[in-house]
DNA sequence: ATGGTTGCTTAGCAA
């Protein structure tokens, strides 16, 4: 791994609205290896020759109009899997990993849910399920791995505005908490607690009711790192200018840095 | 200021 590797996570809510944050984003921030989530497009609308001037190789998994996510990496990246090849669906582009700088990383976006116990919910603790399948099946704790994106999930009652009005809801009930925490016993640890202990710290705020002017967010985007990369974080944080402004996206950013 | 989303695709859905 390199002396210094700054990682970030962003659900941009369609890349292709969000170019001109997003390219304005990499040239202020210049992470080594960025995630990206909810591209809302196919390959062709990313904005690859933007990237590349900018220093970046570029790995996509697109889809129109819903879902899709992407690694960046100042370095080449490869052994690029897209989707988890468990037999499962692969309908949904929400999953993309790739080998570059030293690490193995991934860019996850968890299905939302919709609502608790419908269909929806039904197929996101599937792949939930699948998500930590997938890592048992190729990887062990002791590689260097960061798994990082939207989770659609707030652990914690101090990662929620409202925690007595959202507890049991979607995006904070039981089962979705249950599901996070069995993704993160396979070795994750999240970077963002390791310096943040307090709460009121959101990463998504609706675009309805002002969510964000009165800051009713929850914190559901991740850098989870195994061990040999969580001992190494010597920073993390949530971009929460990044929500601000015209057109926003409704996530905010999510980084964190680690020593080599 | 007594309200109040956005994006994709084109009226309704998803988040």
Redo the contacts with the bound molecule.
Sequence with gaps: MHSMLRVATWNV??V???KERFLAFLHRQRPDIVCLQ?L??LEE?FPLAETKAAGYHAAIHGQ????GVALLSREPIAQVVKGFDDAGDETAARFIGGTTMGVRAYSAYI????AVGSD?FAYKLEWMRRLRAYFDARHRPNEKILLAGDF?VAPEDRDVYDPEAWRGQILFSEPEKAALAKICGFGFQDTFRKFHEEGGHYSWWD????GF?KNRGLRIDFIFATAPLWERCSAASIEREERKGT?PS?HAPVLAEFDG
């Design positions: 809510n369609s292709k609205a969000r909810e809302k497009g609308i129109r109009t819903y879902n299905p939302n849910g919709q929806k659609n675009y309805r009711q002002l002017p057109l409704d």
